[in-house]
């Protein structure tokens, strides 16, 4: 079963705005990561935060975490039409490198 | 150096065929992973390896036989392909923490 839900499943926005995806999951875990997906393509590592953090930048990447709702969230700031693609939060419970992987939200950025 | 790479990348199969999806590493990892993606959905673990010499199922393990011939190859074999089995089939490796993904193989079951 999933441990991930992603919300939403698509996006759709135009270039420049920021796009937002959340992520929710169901038991504690050692770290969170995302995941993009161009079509087609293998995944491509993005962030990885970790359970005792509670923000983390990376670029035009802004991820949070909150343990206490078991959620997380991935901003994309200032968006561009090449960030279209999918996004899948994975979540690390053992520490032992296995992960769960979510859904995905498909993100659409307009030019 | 290559990363991970995945051989075939497109395969059409009958039912009740067998066939065999290669993965190599370049990257000296000793964890390797074998994922099926199917539509609009996130990915599954079939099979995982955490070092040369042993296998694990994962979420979703029936249908499929694993082998990891070294510490560069991880196969997954399908003995009897059935349609359910229709997916892209991704292989992934970690280091530490994170994974890296090979470009993926399309398998058809008809």
């Known amino acids: 079963s999933q441990q991930g839900e992603e919300d939403p499943q698509a996006l759709s926005i135009q270039e420049g705005e920021n796009a937002t995806m959340n992520c929710s999951y169901k038991?504690?875990?050692?770290?969170l990561q995302w995941y993009r997906q161009n079509s087609g393509r293998g995944l491509v590592h993005l962030i990885l935060i970790r359970s005792n953090e509670r923000e983390k930048h990376s670029g035009r990447l802004r991820v949070t975490l909150d343990t206490s709702k078991k959620s997380s969230s991935l901003l994309i700031t200032a968006s561009r039409a090449a960030d279209t693609a999918s996004y899948f939060c994975?979540?690390?419970?053992?520490?032992?490198?296995?992960?769960?992987f979510g859904e995905g939200t498909q993100l659409t950025v307009n030019p | 150096n290559a990363g991970v790479t995945q051989t075939p990348k497109f395969q059409v199969l009958k039912t009740g065929q067998s066939m065999t999806l290669q993965c190599a590493q370049d990257m000296n990892h000793n964890s390797m992973y074998w994922y099926r993606q199917d539509p609009g959905m996130g990915l599954r673990l079939i099979y995982y390896?955490?070092?040369?010499?042993?296998?694990d199922k994962g979420e979703v393990p029936n249908g499929y036989n694993v082998s990891r011939l070294n510490k560069r190859e991880f196969s997954l074999r399908l003995e009897s392909a059935a349609p359910s089995q229709t997916s892209v089939y991704f292989c992934?490796?970690?280091?530490?923490?994170?994974?890296?993904f090979g470009p993926g193989t399309r398998l058809l079951v008809l």
């Open positions: 038991t504690s875990i050692n770290n």
């Open positions: 390896s955490a070092s040369e010499g042993t296998t």
């Open positions: 992934a490796t970690t280091g530490l923490e994170t994974q890296y």
């Open positions: 994975a979540t690390d419970e053992t520490s032992g490198s296995r992960l769960t």
